[in-house]
Structure formats: C-alpha cells, structure tokens
C-alpha cells in the first residue's frame, strides 16, 4: 500500500472505532469507490455494495479468506477458507424490482440497501423487519386488495427473501460446512463488511504499534514511517528488537 492508501486505512479506522455497524460498512464503502457520496452509497443494492468490499479486501488483503464458526452439535470449532476472488466473479449486475405470488398476494419489492438496513437497525425494538419491509416494498396486494407491509405474512416474507437472495447473491453469503466431530451440517453466513471491519482493526492496531516503536527508537514521524516499504519497516523493527 502506498502511503496516502495507508493514511485513508488509519483515517478509515478512527473514524469507525465509535460508531455503528452501518456507519462503519459506509466507511470501508467511501474506501471501495472513492468520491461517491453518502446518498449514492446508501443507495446502492447490499449485493453491489458487498461485491465491492470483496474487492476491496482483495486489494488489501489477499483473496483467501479464512474463518471459523462454532458447531451447533458438539464443541468443536470449523475452520474453512473462502476466494473472495470467486466471489467477486460471482457477482451479477444490480436486479431490478422483483416480484413473488403466493397464495393469493403478490407483491412487488426492491433490493435492499445499506439505507435500508441503516433505518431498520434505528427502529424501535420489535418494528426493523416492518421498517425494512416498509422501505423495499413497492406494490402489495392480497386477493387483489392492496395491504400494508405489516400484513405480509411469514411464508410470503420468506419467499421475498429467498427471490431477493437468489437475484443479489453477493448480498447474502452462505457456506454449508460439514463437521468432522459429529458430521452435523452448519450453514455460516458470512457479513464481509464486519469481517473486513476486524481485518482492518487488526491491522491498524498492529501498524500503530510499529510507528510506535520505531518512533522511539530513531525519532521518526508516522508519515516518514508509514513511507517506509513493509520489507524496509520489517528489517528497522528486527534491528530494535536485536539492539
């Protein structure tokens, strides 16, 4: 990473430690797509959105994403490894309005966005999945009578979710993970924004902690340090620590 990449990295990090979830994917998507706004941000559909941060986590990290996830069934814990790579060239061009009938309704709906999510998780307890139907829903009717998004019932949701997944699958990724202590089947989701989030945290605090000792051992400032290339960095570090 170059120099202004990794002032953006810091700035990036200090800039989320207090906030949100939301608020911090909307950060690491200002670093994905330099110059968009806010609005244009949060307007854009989760799977887009999410897309984008894989590649971003390529650029910065690497494209082997590894992570582990409990058993329901025994105690062991599952470790498994995903190409962020594969999943970026899995990704399809943003869906239009979608569309599900069951039983009578029909309704007519929009991906979701980061927008959306953001308003639900500031809904007051027990009303998020109202308000994020609410705001994604376009047309709904039932027998031919139009209904309110608080009239949908479970099965009709479910369709909408599983017609939204299966349009947008960048937006919602799962991994069926068999365990080898009890051979039971997980399903892991996998939330990139916060996966990148702890990533970017990690490396943050540890790029800190470089600055800082070799700060105080030859007196340089951040920006001269974070000039240096890893591998110059690295060997200044082996020579503090042989001293």
């Known amino acids: 990473m170059e120099l202004a990449g990794q002032g953006a990295l810091l700035a990036t990090w200090e800039a989320g430690l207090a906030a949100g979830r939301s608020a911090r994917a909307l950060l690491l998507h200002t670093l994905a797509r330099p110059g968009a706004g806010a609005e244009e941000l949060l ?20 494209e082997r994403l590894t992570m582990r996830a409990g058993c329901p069934g025994c105690p062991e814990e599952l470790e498994f490894t995903l190409d962020a790579g594969q999943v970026v060239g899995a990704a399809r061009p943003a869906p239009g309005p979608l569309r599900v009938e069951l039983d009578g309704w029909r309704v007519g709906f929009r991906p979701a966005t980061p927008g959306d999510l953001a308003a639900a998780e500031q809904a007051p307890e027990g009303r998020a999945r109202t308000v994020l139907l609410e705001r994604c829903m376009l047309t709904a009717e039932h027998d031919g009578e139009p209904v309110t998004a608080r009239r949908l019932p479970a099965p009709v949701q479910r369709r909408m979710a599983e017609a939204a997944a299966a349009a947008d699958p960048c937006a919602d990724v799962r991994l069926n993970l068999d365990c080898p202590g009890c051979g039971r089947q997980t399903l892991a989701e996998l939330d990139i924004a916060s996966y990148l989030w702890e990533e970017l945290d990690d490396w943050a605090r540890a790029t800190l902690l470089d600055v800082h000792l070799l700060a105080t051992a030859y007196g340089w400032s951040e920006p001269e340090i974070l000039a240096l290339s890893p591998l110059r960095r690295r060997y200044y570090l082996e020579l503090c620590a042989d001293a």
């Open 43 to 62: 307007a854009v559909p989760l799977g887009e959105r999410d897309a984008e941060l894989f590649g971003l986590r390529v650029a910065l990290f690497g």
